[in-house]
C-alpha cells in the first residue's frame, strides 16, 4: 500500500499527515508527503505588495526572495513530517514539485499507483469552507480520497 499525503504547510495538511501516519502503521504502508510550488502564485503576491507599497521597481528581487522562502518553509515542514514519520516506523519520503497545483497534483496521484491520497479540507488561507483546490482535484483523482478535518 503507498499513500500520498498532499501538504501546503497549513495546519490541516499537517493534520492530514498524522491520519496518513496512523494508517500507515496498520497498514504497513510506504507514504510520501508532497508538496506542489507555484511561482505563479509568488509572482502575484510581489507584485500586489509592490504595487502597494509603490516601490514597482523592486518586484523582481522581491519575488526571488519569497521565492527562496516559500521553497525553505515547505522543505521544512516537510523535513519535520518526514522525521515523525520515520521516528515512528513508517516508510516515509517527500517530494517537492514546480507548476500549477492542480496539475501536479493530478499528475502524481494518478500515476503513482497510489491506494489512497490524503489531504486536508481547508488550505494556508484558513478559511472556513472547504478548500478550493480541493474542490478543483477531489473529483479528478482516481484512488480513493481522505479529506481531513
Known sequence: MKILV???????S??????????????KAKV????????REVRAI?????FRSGNLEEIQNFEETLWKENKK?????LTTLLELGQSEGINCSFKIVEGPAKDRI???????????????????????R????????????????????
Open 14 to 27: 499537517q493534520k492530514a499527515a498524522l491520519h496518513a501516519f496512523a494508517i500507515a502503521r496498520t497498514k
Open 106 to 128: 493530478l499528475e502524481e496521484a494518478n500515476s503513482g499507483n497510489y491506494s489512497l491520497v490524503v489531504m486536508g479540507a481547508y488550505g494556508k488561507s484558513g478559511k472556513t
Open 6 to 12: 498532499l501538504v501546503d504547510g497549513s495546519k490541516w
Open 32 to 39: 510520501v508527503l508532497f508538496s506542489v510550488l507555484d511561482r
Open 46 to 50: 510581489a507584485f500586489h505588495t509592490s
Open 73 to 77: 518553509g515547505i522543505k521544512d515542514v
Open 130 to 149: 472547504i478548500g478550493s483546490l480541493l474542490e478543483d482535484v477531489v473529483g479528478h483523482i482516481k484512488p480513493p480520497v481522505m479529506i481531513v478535518r
